[in-house]
């Protein structure tokens, strides 16, 4: 294997643990529009993708358009409910950024979100002097930015351009079906992260390698180095 010049972290679901309280938002928006649906029913179909297909899709179960209110309507409850609950840490990933920084590993974080969700998630993670948002200035890259959302391999390329890494000397941390597709197409190697979505669906997106703890993360990347 080549050597890790460059580890792209995905953010929801990997960093912080706030797939999980979109999924259940994503369900009860659903479910008012007219197209029932559980928390476990939108993990398995949005989980991962990007707004905008997600609405396409709505519509198209409902038979209507939603219009440009739906997503900033959407936006809009989710980020009072961060607010008013506060997004936790996924179980590790602070331990996981400790390792990345002991060992001068250079690391990014990768999100399909635009920053201001982000800021929402990251900004009110690792306390008011060192929260997560502020710790990757510099290092956070979102889709919005490019216009092109994960599983196109756009957002990591782009990435690994900015932070002068080939895609040969990546890894990436995905907890999404889209995400390790995107890091297969831009020729990544990938370490899937399998917490919300079953480890098999993670190798059949074409993961280099699949764990069930962020721990394990930090073991399969001291392994690959060289």
């Known amino acids: 294997m080549s050597s890790i010049d460059l580890v792209i972290l995905d953010c929801d679901g990997v960093l912080v643990d706030s797939e999980r309280i979109t999924t259940r938002l994503l369900a009860e928006v659903v479910t008012e529009l007219g197209w029932p649906m559980t928390s476990d029913d939108a993990t398995t179909r949005f989980k991962g993708r990007d707004l905008h297909e997600i609405q396409a899709e709505v519509e198209t179960q409902i038979g209507r358009v939603l219009g440009d209110g739906f997503i900033p309507g959407y936006r809009e409850r989710m980020a009072e409910v961060f607010v008013r609950d506060g997004v936790p840490p996924i179980e ?23 920053h201001e969700k982000m800021k929402l998630t990251l900004g009110r993670t690792g306390g008011d002097d060192s929260d ?7 290092r956070r890259f979102s889709a919005y930015d490019i216009q092109k959302w994960k599983p196109d391999p756009a957002l990591f390329l ?15 941390v995905e907890d999404s079906r889209s995400g390790i597709s995107a890091a297969s197409a831009a020729g990544m190697r990938s370490i899937g992260f399998a917490d919300l979505t079953p480890a098999r669906e993670l190798a059949g997106a074409g993961a280099t390698h699949v764990v069930e703890t962020i721990a394990d993360v930090v073991k399969t990347l001291r392994a690959w180095m060289v």
């Open 158 to 172: 782009h990435a690994a351009q900015i932070m002068g890494a080939t895609p040969d000397s990546c890894i990436v």
């Open 92 to 114: 590790g990933a602070d331990a996981l950024l400790a390792w990345l920084e002991s060992s001068d590993t250079k690391h990014a974080v990768a999100s399909n979100a635009p």
């Open 132 to 138: 997560w948002y502020t710790r990757f200035e510099g």
